[in-house]
């Protein structure tokens, strides 16, 4: 996986204000999108779009068509990613966020590098200066405010000032904690959700239970159980909960039971797993389907971190592949299912299964894998439409 070291100056602003940060260069426009506003500080509470200009003049914008009403060409920014936009160190582009306020920021590949072993590859390293106010009016808006908030503004415009910033506003404090914390954590920015994404929330509530004593310790987490209702919904056959539950609560299918410490959390939970399963079989049940693999809605300091969440999502897409075992041999012994299915036997250990695959896969190859799978689930969904009906 190759990381790219980028630095985000805002542009036209008295103070300076810039963000040097790795980020892998395969991620989704989107992705960076969101990582732009938590690391700038913004709220991402309005339109966007990415900028790339050529050699010869000519530019390419990049964002989110549907909401494009221009005739310039808007591209899908889900379908590009950093990667794309520059490959060389001192190439740049523009994001610019606010088309009101037209906040313009200037990103340039300062280096490239291989991501190896403990390697952090999504963190801030080093900034200045705070992120502006939302609808402040732009650069002559923040003009204004930073003059009113000066030792020699004017008493009834600095209280207006301060009224829209408050009290403690410092335009020259910035603390990549704050960023590096959130990457810890592994939560996206919160806001970076649209309707159609999961509740975080939920997902929140889920992990709790996942992880409380009620579940066995053969019991699914909360990213095999994403990866489970997935395979699922997408799935030639259809199941009734009563035929799925047992391998939530138990993967070895040996019968384990939670624990409930009252008939109320049993509601609850089965609550709770019912309605994350509408989800997800309600997005992958769309001509245009708008799913998303529950690990990428995470943010991970390395490689590694990354990698054992797509190998744990990818466990329970196989648990739910195979439940069937009609459709599932029908599967792996066709060419088209097998290579369909290769990112999901790989990273979930079962590749073993089925071949003599000699020494273990090197991380290069797995990271590889996981960036496949996204591509791989709409094979698979395809394949059991066409192939298994």
Same mark, same amino acid.
């Given at each position: 996986?190759?990381?790219?070291?980028?630095?985000?100056?805002?542009?036209?602003? /008295?103070?300076?204000?810039?963000?040097?940060?790795?980020?892998?260069?395969?991620?989704?426009?989107?992705?960076?999108?969101? +990582?732009?506003?938590?690391?700038?500080?913004?709220?991402? $509470?309005?339109?966007? *779009?990415?900028?790339? *200009?050529?050699?010869?003049?000519?530019?390419?914008?990049?964002?989110?068509?549907?909401?494009?009403?221009?005739?310039?060409?808007?591209?899908?920014?889900? =379908?590009?990613?950093?990667?794309?936009?520059?490959?060389?160190?001192?190439?740049?582009?523009?994001?610019?966020?606010?088309?009101?306020?037209?906040?313009?920021?200037?990103?340039?590949?300062?280096?490239?590098?291989?991501?190896?072993?403990?390697?952090?590859?999504? !963190?801030?390293?080093?900034?200045?200066?705070?992120?502006?106010?939302?609808?402040?009016?732009? +650069?002559?808006?923040?003009? !204004?405010?930073?003059?009113?908030?000066?030792?020699?503004? %004017?008493?009834?415009?600095?209280?207006?000032?301060?009224?829209? +910033?408050?009290?403690?506003?410092?335009?020259?404090?910035?603390?990549?904690?704050?960023?590096?914390?959130?990457? =810890?954590?592994?939560?996206?920015?919160?806001?970076?959700?649209?309707?159609?994404?999961?509740?975080?929330?939920?997902?929140?509530?889920?992990?709790?239970?996942? =992880?409380?004593?009620?579940?066995?310790?053969?019991?699914? $987490?909360?990213?095999?159980?994403?990866?489970?209702?997935?395979?699922? $919904?997408?799935?030639?056959?259809?199941? =009734?909960?009563?035929? !799925?539950?047992?391998?939530?609560?138990?993967?070895?299918? *040996?019968?384990?039971?939670?624990? !409930?410490?009252?008939?109320?959390?049993?509601?609850?939970?089965?609550?709770?797993?019912?309605?994350?399963?509408?989800?997800?079989?309600?997005?992958?049940?769309?001509?245009?389907?708008?799913?998303?693999?529950?690990?990428?809605?995470?943010?991970?300091?390395?490689?590694?971190?990354?990698?054992?969440?797509?190998?744990?999502?990818?466990?329970?897409?196989?648990?739910?592949?195979?439940?069937?075992?009609?459709?599932?041999?029908?599967?792996?012994?066709?060419?088209?299912?097998? *290579?369909?299915?290769?990112?999901?036997?790989?990273?979930?250990?079962?590749?073993?299964?089925?071949? %003599?695959?000699?020494?273990?896969?090197?991380?290069?190859?797995?990271?590889?894998?996981?960036?496949?799978?996204? /591509?791989?689930?709409?094979?698979?969904?395809?394949?059991?439409?066409?192939?298994?009906?």
């Amino acid at each position: 996986m190759l990381v790219y070291e980028v630095r985000v100056t805002l542009l036209g602003v /008295e103070l300076p204000v810039w963000r040097r940060l790795r980020v892998p260069g395969g991620y989704r426009l989107d992705m960076l999108h969101g +990582v732009l506003q938590l690391v700038m500080g913004w709220q991402n $509470s309005h339109l966007h *779009e990415f900028v790339v *200009e050529d050699g010869g003049g000519d530019r390419k914008f990049f964002g989110i068509p549907e909401y494009d009403d221009t005739d310039r060409g808007l591209l899908d920014e889900q =379908e590009y990613s950093l990667g794309d936009l520059v490959r060389e160190p001192g190439e740049r582009f523009l994001y610019i966020y606010d088309f009101g306020d037209d906040w313009v920021h200037e990103v340039v590949l300062e280096s490239v590098l291989d991501s190896e072993g403990e390697e952090r590859f999504l !963190w801030c390293m080093d900034g200045e200066g705070a992120c502006p106010p939302e609808d402040c009016g732009g +650069v002559p808006g923040y003009t !204004w405010l930073l003059a009113c908030l000066g030792d020699a503004g %004017d008493p009834e415009e600095r209280a207006v000032a301060v009224e829209l +910033v408050g009290e403690g506003f410092d335009p020259g404090m910035f603390d990549c904690g704050g960023f590096n914390e959130r990457v =810890e954590a592994g939560l996206r920015h919160a806001d970076d959700y649209d309707d159609e994404r999961p509740d975080m929330e939920l997902v929140m509530e889920l992990k709790e239970m996942f =992880e409380s004593g009620v579940m066995p310790v053969t019991g699914m $987490s909360v990213l095999e159980f994403d990866g489970f209702i997935c395979a699922l $919904s997408i799935h030639p056959v259809a199941f =009734e909960p009563g035929a !799925w539950l047992p391998l939530v609560w138990d993967t070895t299918g *040996e019968g384990a039971m939670p624990v !409930w410490t009252s008939e109320e959390e049993a509601q609850r939970v089965m609550g709770l797993l019912l309605r994350y399963a509408d989800g997800i079989n309600s997005q992958l049940g769309e001509e245009f389907p708008v799913y998303m693999p529950l690990f990428e809605d995470f943010m991970y300091a390395t490689a590694e971190e990354m990698l054992m969440a797509a190998e744990k999502w990818t466990v329970g897409f196989m648990a739910g592949a195979m439940i069937d075992g009609e459709v599932w041999n029908r599967t792996r012994n066709d060419e088209d299912g097998l *290579e369909a299915l290769m990112p999901f036997l790989a990273l979930s250990g079962m590749l073993e299964d089925l071949a %003599d695959v000699g020494e273990e896969m090197p991380m290069d190859l797995k990271l590889e894998m996981a960036e496949m799978l996204e /591509e791989s689930l709409w094979e698979m969904r395809a394949f059991w439409g066409e192939s298994c009906e």
